[in-house]
């Protein structure tokens, strides 16, 4: 079945940039999400890119897609305290809103 | 404009008892799916509908259901607690018409089973 992976844990110091990774298996995937979940909140939508694309840039986010080998990757530039939180990669499956999510990876910041 | 309201936040069953979690979704939003949120096996899927029907189903035994109502709010129902039903359960919604990556997330519902 479909399935998405990303590391568990990832620790930088504040001021430096965070690369979380994720793979994921349905080619088919339209789109591609990040999504950051805080102590005790949902979650909430960071990104998404359109499998079509290779690079989406907001502000201090940059998403890079290679479809070809089904990685994605989040960077996050100048990461700060406020930043610790776990980072879900997802994907959408099939029809309506089926998300198949990763493990999340757990961004810590250290000062 | 209000987010998703998830209710309870928290509660405490004993296994065997049955659980009803609510939840109301964005204005305007007709989707609403259901996720469980475990450490062991992370957030997993377990059902969406749209306009008062399922559209969508995880993997799960048939003691989890749910239902939506005219006014897109949404009930998801576990029957025959057992242990490892103790979870976060994540409502979210979105409108719906394609999957362009905004779901809305309520805070979740804790559910605890002793």
């Known amino acids: 079945g479909e399935d998405v992976e990303q590391s568990l844990f990832l620790s930088v110091r504040e001021g430096d940039s965070s690369v979380i990774n994720c793979t994921y298996t349905?080619?088919?995937?339209?789109?591609l999400y990040w999504y950051k979940q805080e102590p005790g909140a949902g979650l909430q939508l960071l990104t998404y890119?359109?499998?079509?694309?290779d690079m989406k840039q907001d502000q201090r986010l940059t998403v890079l897609l290679n479809k070809k080998d089904k990685h994605l990757s989040l960077r996050i530039a100048d990461t700060q305290t406020g930043d610790s939180a776990i980072y879900f990669c997802?994907?959408?499956?099939?029809?309506?809103?089926?998300?198949?999510f990763g493990p999340g990876t757990r961004l810590s910041v250290l000062p | 404009k209000a987010g998703v309201t998830q209710t309870p936040r928290y509660l405490i069953k004993t296994r065997g008892q049955q659980v009803t979690l609510s939840c109301s979704p964005i204005s305007g939003h007709r989707s609403v799916s259901w996720y469980q949120q475990t450490p062991g096996q992370g957030l997993q899927f377990l059902f969406e509908y749209f306009s008062e029907t399922q559209r969508n189903k995880g993997n799960f035994p048939g003691r989890f259901s749910g239902r939506q109502f005219s006014n897109s709010r949404s009930e998801m129902n576990v029957s025959t607690l057992e242990l490892g039903d103790s979870a976060l359960y994540l409502c979210?919604?979105?409108?719906?018409?394609?999957?362009?990556?905004?779901?809305?997330f309520g805070e979740g519902s804790r559910l605890t089973v002793l």
């Open positions: 349905d080619s088919s995937s339209t789109y």
């Open positions: 997802a994907e959408s499956i099939g029809d309506g809103q089926n998300f198949v």
């Open positions: 890119i359109f499998s079509n694309m």
């Open positions: 979210a919604s979105s409108l719906g018409a394609s999957p362009t990556g905004e779901l809305f």
